[in-house]
């Protein structure tokens, strides 16, 4: 035998062994003595009590809905708040026939006549849980109030309805809330929401549920098997039933009230806003260049939120559903544009970083462009041509011939990197959901997206028509905006926000915060941010400019920049194809600025679709808007 | 030569025989068990609502479970030993093709279909495990050192990470606790156990320190689900008034109204100990306890008679694991402990775990009838 296998001494072995199995004899003693007494106390010590509780009458568990939590915006004007309602409730287990009842309150007006919807409601319920039949107006309150005993387990109740105060104005920003869906029930913990009956469908009041929901409280109660309380540590008046006695106490937890939220949002600022796109399809997006605060988010057209608070009927939902203008789609985030000639001063900047050319030499503009060796024209807007042409006329004259040939020079190599360092190409990360990354296209991004290695080549030509933001190059509203605000502040990115702050309700205590700086593009020379600027400046003040008839006579400086975007040749724009082919084929019109040059306060970006060029379409829309900021000073009118 | 074949000689016999001569059966046991499955479905009968259907149906699983356990108590325990590895690697396999393509149910993947049955290769983890440690310490001399004791760890930990995935915590705790149990009997020293018990407690603070709010009010309604009535304390507060209201007596067969006004829910499974006691009373329920003590006692006893290393680990370990069945379930109605999906032994509905119980129970009546032989 190997001595390097260690004998097995059993002797030994069963003496740990035997050892070992006494320890957990007593383990089991000890465990199953805790058991003994545990039972114990349940049946024998606190039997009276839980029989009281089993003997007809009932232990019941009332959830206590949480106070939802109030949106502001930055001025503290309230854009989303609770009024009292009364609602329509029922007791199942106290109604005796359930299918009457619901007829005879139809009758009466207080449900809709075809109510087999709400008797699927109620039976999905357990029969000692209070179930809402509807809000009531206070005429349908004082019309129930007087039948009150003929509806026995039927009640009124004070609610709290969700209202928005701007209605439609705040929609696309502060978003709405509804009835709880199926898919909500998957991604929420249902024993919070046992009380509540609306949550968050989109915009803040999605993004933020759980800020503002706050948490579920409850209450234990004794009731009879009518439904009466016997018993209930608030109530202690009702009480039938000693507590001492008992040794038990009934437990009480309020509920927490959800926390108010502050947005960047300006009231004045987006009625404004909506007032000037309103009629058309499109978007506005304002932002705060050193903050990147939203002070406007419109996107046209839009919807009332308080159909969807109030209960939203399948056919309502349908006809805005349906909608071909989609009134629910959200193009300040999620529509996807040609940024046309707004891409310009950034593709400028580009070429000036990457000294690809010289500014100041002159270029001969003949109305159209032919890549060398080639005899396709690409065609400039002006079909005679601007004559001879710099950069800094290129962007005030918005020259197309200009651009085809800087983008030669710069490659798209240099291009898309440049441009993804404005935040183009990603989500912007705003702080609410549903928004798309747009498209910035490179030789990479080809080889991933197409099939087939003919598709999936890059092509000169195609480097040509990035240079003036045509085809496949795709940006948001939002994006627009947040790029032109890094112009504004010399190259500080701010991560784009609506909430600035939150407020506990209980204590009043305001947490605030902080802007998220994303990048600094530190690399970029002065020189060539001010070469960009004034030729921006020079698009509403020069005799040439594309955005001076829409600036004249602006009280303070713009820099700006218009574009026209192309839709038709475009397969990626798939929202309006089936009617009014005619105008849903003109092109979109662009406007993007920051104002004032010195100190910049404000950066925007407007989007008309289909309106024709961006001089004439979206440029004035801007000036409506800057107008509305700066002039009617609606920063001294809101001190109220 | 081999330790295993020195015993083989003295064993007496050149030749594995896969039966033991005639039939042998431990009467105590096979009268316990009998007994507890009766008293299930009397209990089962009331807590379906009077349905006889389903107290045939468990009358039945009870009737596939007692063939399997009069199966296994003749197979023997050398034999077992040596078959050991090679259940414990298909169980595995069979854990592992559960994740892959079980059918799901309530809301878990746990279930393994094979034509007409569908079982949860999960339940069979609870007998392979012991068996494998016990197999593993098998030739060794105890106690185990640290490199086996890291062994020892993987069989146990590995599967029970499996069952965890599928998810279903409840089991994989108790796979765990089996393998933990039978390692402790295998001489895991005292000290030992008191450092890992202390390294545990100390771990807890700090991790609470790095859970999010979230995490943390999901441990608190793990560890006292009576916070969150809404939600996971329902089961509880209507299993505790289902309990209290029975008293010492009981409210008499088919009397429990919390049962049957379907406050209580899960209460053919899970919670039918609550049932036990809304109707037959703290008496009734010391009655099952006193039951499955004794089976328990009986386990024990039999472990320690066994001669050799395999039969007294094994026979110690499947005993201990059925206490902590009775435990952790009577323990999750009455409030003591997390809810964990552990039925009740012998008594809850449901069929894998009734078999696997019954395998169980049979091994450690095969242990006893071997040492019978070899005294004879």
């Known amino acids: 035998m190997s001595p390097t296998v260690p004998l097995k001494d059993y002797w030994k072995e069963q003496k740990i062994f035997l050892s070992r199995l006494i320890v957990a004899s007593f383990m089991i003693l000890i465990l199953t003595s805790v058991l003994v007494w545990r039972l114990f106390q349940l049946q024998v010590v606190e039997h009276d009590f839980f029989s009281e509780l089993s003997q007809g009458n009932q232990l019941r568990i009332e959830p206590l809905a949480p106070t939802r939590g109030l949106i502001y915006d930055r001025n503290g004007v309230v854009l989303a708040e609770n009024l009292p309602a009364w609602e329509l409730t029922v007791i199942p287990e106290q109604v005796l026939d359930l299918e009457a009842q619901l007829q005879d309150l139809g009758a009466i007006g207080l449900i809709p006549l075809e109510y087999e919807g709400l008797t699927e409601l109620v039976r999905s319920h357990r029969g000692f849980e209070r179930v809402k039949l509807a809000n009531l107006s206070d005429v349908q309150a004082a019309r129930f109030a007087v039948r009150r005993h003929q509806f026995p387990g039927v009640d009124i109740q004070e609610g709290l309805i969700r209202n928005y105060p701007f209605g439609e104005l705040t929609s696309h920003a502060v978003g709405y809330v509804a009835s709880i869906s199926r898919s909500d029930l998957d991604r929420i913990n249902r024993s919070e929401y046992a009380a509540t009956s609306l949550i968050g469908k989109s915009g803040i009041e999605r993004s933020y549920e759980v800020t503002l929901h706050g948490s579920v409280g409850y209450r234990q109660q004794v009731v009879n098997a009518q439904g009466r309380i016997l018993m209930d540590p608030v109530l202690a008046a009702n009480s039938r039933v000693n507590l001492e006695a008992s040794q038990v106490s009934l437990e009480t937890r309020w509920p927490l009230p959800g926390e108010n939220v502050f947005l960047g949002l300006d009231i004045e600022l987006q009625i404004a806003a909506h007032k000037a796109l309103e009629g058309k399809r499109g978007a506005v997006v304002a932002i705060e260049p050193d903050s990147g605060d939203i002070l406007a988010l419109v996107s046209m057209p839009t919807f009332d939120p308080n159909q969807f608070a109030g209960g939203l009927s399948q056919t309502d939902f349908q006809i805005l559903n349906d909608d071909p203008d989609k009134p629910l789609f959200h193009r300040a985030l999620a529509g996807h544009y040609p940024p046309g000639s707004t891409i310009k001063p950034f593709l400028g900047l580009a070429a000036l970083h990457h000294r690809v050319l010289d500014p100041d030499h002159r270029e001969m503009c003949p109305g159209y462009f032919l890549l060398p060796g080639h005899s396709h024209r690409y065609r400039d807007w002006k079909p005679e041509g601007h004559g001879p042409m710099d950069l800094h006329q290129s962007i005030v004259q918005s020259c197309d011939t200009y651009f085809y040939q800087l983008a030669v020079n710069l490659g798209i190599d240099n291009m898309s990197p440049f441009l993804e360092g404005f935040g183009f190409g990603e989500r912007t990360g705003i702080d609410i959901l549903n928004e798309n990354a747009g498209v910035i296209p490179s030789r990479e991004w080809k080889r991933t997206q197409f099939a087939g290695s003919e598709n999936q080549t890059w092509y000169p030509g195609e480097t040509v028509i990035t240079g003036i933001g045509q085809g496949f190059t795709l940006v948001t509203p939002l994006q627009l905006a947040h790029a032109t605000a890094v112009l504004a502040t010399g190259g500080q990115r701010f991560k784009p926000r609506l909430v600035i702050g939150t407020e506990d309700p209980l204590s009043g205590t305001v947490s605030k915060s902080q802007p998220v700086l994303l990048d600094v593009m530190s690399n970029i020379e002065e020189s060539h941010w001010i070469r960009i600027v004034n030729a921006m400046v020079g698009v509403n003040e020069e005799r040439q400019g594309s955005g001076r008839n829409a600036m004249r006579g602006a009280e303070y400086t713009v820099a700006g920049k218009t574009g026209t975007a192309q839709v038709f040749s475009l397969a990626a724009d798939e929202e309006y194809i089936e009617e009014e082919v005619d105008e849903y084929l003109r092109d979109h019109g662009l406007f993007i600025a920051y104002a004032p040059v010195d100190h910049p306060v404000i950066a925007l970006a407007v989007v008309v679709e289909n309106g024709g060029g961006g001089g004439v379409s979206a440029a004035p829309i801007a000036r409506e808007i800057l107008d509305a900021y700066f002039i009617e000073d609606i920063h001294v009118s809101e001190q109220h | ?376």
């Open chain 2, 1 to 376: 030569m081999s330790l295993s074949s020195i015993e083989l000689a003295t064993g007496g016999s050149s030749v594995l025989r896969p039966m033991q001569r005639g039939v042998v059966i431990d009467i105590p046991i096979l009268i316990t068990t009998v007994a507890i499955a009766i008293l299930g479905c009397v209990i089962l009968y009331s807590a379906v609502g009077e349905s006889s259907s389903a107290v045939f149906r468990q009358a039945l699983r009870f009737g596939v479970a007692f063939t399997v356990f009069i199966i296994v108590s003749q197979i023997s325990p050398r034999l077992m030993r040596v078959w050991t590895p090679w259940v414990f690697c298909i169980t595995l396999g069979l854990l592992i093709m559960v994740l892959v393509n079980g059918v799901v149910g309530g809301g878990a993947q746990r279930w393994l279909d094979v034509g007409i049955i569908r079982f949860q290769p999960s339940e069979i983890m609870k007998i392979c495990v012991p068996m494998m440690v016990a197999w593993f310490m098998h030739d060794r001399p105890l106690p185990p050192t640290f490199s086996q004791l890291v062994v020892l760890l993987l069989i146990f930990c590995f599967p029970a990470f499996l069952i965890a995935l599928q998810p279903d915590l409840g089991t994989a705790l108790l796979v765990m606790l089996s393998g933990g149990f039978t390692v402790l009997l295998a001489g895991l020293s005292l000290r030992l156990i008191g450092i890992l018990g202390a390294l545990t407690l100390g771990s807890i603070p700090v991790l609470w320190h790095y859970m999010l709010d979230y995490q943390r009010a999901r441990v608190m309604t793990f560890l006292s689900p009576e916070s969150d009535p809404l939600g996971a304390g329902y089961n509880i507060i209507q299993s505790k008034i289902a309990l209290g209201s029975g008293g010492l007596f009981g409210k008499g067969w088919l009397n429990g109204t919390q049962a049957h006004l379907e406050f209580l829910p899960e209460r053919s499974t899970d919670f039918i100990f609550a049932v036990i006691g809304e109707e037959f009373g703290l008496l009734g329920l010391l009655l099952l306890l006193v039951l499955y003590l004794f089976l328990v006692g009986r386990g024990l006893y039999i472990a320690a008679q066994a001669q050799s290393t395999f039969r007294r680990l094994l026979a110690g370990g499947l005993s201990l694991t059925f206490f902590v069945y009775v435990f952790v379930n009577s323990g999750m109605v009455t409030g003591l402990l997390p809810v964990v999906g552990v039925p009740l032994p012998l008594v809850s509905a449901g069929g894998t775990s009734m078999v696997t119980l019954m395998a169980g129970v049979g091994v450690l009546a095969a242990i006893h009838g071997k040492r019978k032989l070899l005294a004879s």
